[in-house]
């Protein structure tokens, strides 16, 4: 895989899960954002549903605002599934493509508010930030078992899905189910990005700019055995 293939979602992962992986200190939240940007930006026609664990819509858009991608233009393709503003018994404002969930606790209720976006707008991009926050509100079997379903309706429906997950929280054995529930994993570690499917890995420097991101091939002995250890 290379850095115009990455780059291009629609074509490279649609029907596919990819868990975008990092500690805490790394880009895991920007790689999410310009991903949508990008998508958005690029694909005239194509929507993005964003899952929301911890945030409530105003603020994803004004995060997205922070690192400079401005998504305003696109907000008509760009649709949202709230998971903590009910939760945290926060005001809420009723929005058309704005689906607000009562219980992260519940996979049933979200699946369905996500599968009415799937099936009604035919949403071409989903996004998952954070599945941590899944594995918080659920029992690690039943959240696994909610990750490998929406990569089997990626499959399906042909849309790519990304879920995004801060690594630290869980142990080995955890960590290396959420890893196997995937399709590929794009592993950011320090200065690299490292895509890793079931059979390769291709491994780059990384550079964000003002509304782009650089890939060079980075050089240097990179296992892919390492990572999914």
Request: charged residues 30%.
């Given at each position: ?15 596919k ?31 993005v ?22 998504i ?16 945290s ?46 594995l ?28 995004a997950y801060?690594e ?38 990384f ?23």
């Open positions: 895989m290379n850095a115009d293939e990455f780059l291009n979602i629609k074509k490279k992962f649609s029907g899960g990819l868990l975008v992986s990092g500690d805490i200190s790394s880009a895991v939240e920007r790689l999410c954002c310009f991903s949508v940007y990008h998508f958005l930006k690029h694909n005239k026609k194509e929507k549903l964003w899952v929301s664990t911890d945030d409530p819509y105003s603020k994803v858009i004004r995060i997205f605002e922070e690192y400079g991608y401005d305003k233009p696109y907000l008509n393709r760009f649709y949202f599934v709230d998971l903590i503003s009910l939760k018994g926060a005001e809420i404002e009723e929005k058309p493509k704005v689906k607000y969930v009562q219980d992260p606790g519940n996979l049933t209720e979200l699946a369905l508010a996500i599968s009415e976006f799937i099936e009604d707008e035919k949403v071409n991009l989903v996004v998952i930030y954070f599945l941590n926050s899944l918080i509100y659920n029992e690690i079997p039943r959240a696994l078992e909610f990750i490998r379903v929406m990569v089997a309706r990626a499959f399906d429906s042909k849309f790519a899905f990304l879920g801060i630290g929280e869980h142990d080995h054995k955890s960590r290396t189910a959420i890893r196997l529930s995937m399709d590929a994993m794009a592993k950011m570690e320090n200065s690299h990005l490292h895509l890793i499917t079931s059979k390769s890995i291709s491994s780059f420097s550079e964000f700019t003002k509304d782009q991101l650089k890939l060079t091939e980075a050089k240097g002995n990179f296992s892919r055995e390492k990572f999914l250890q």
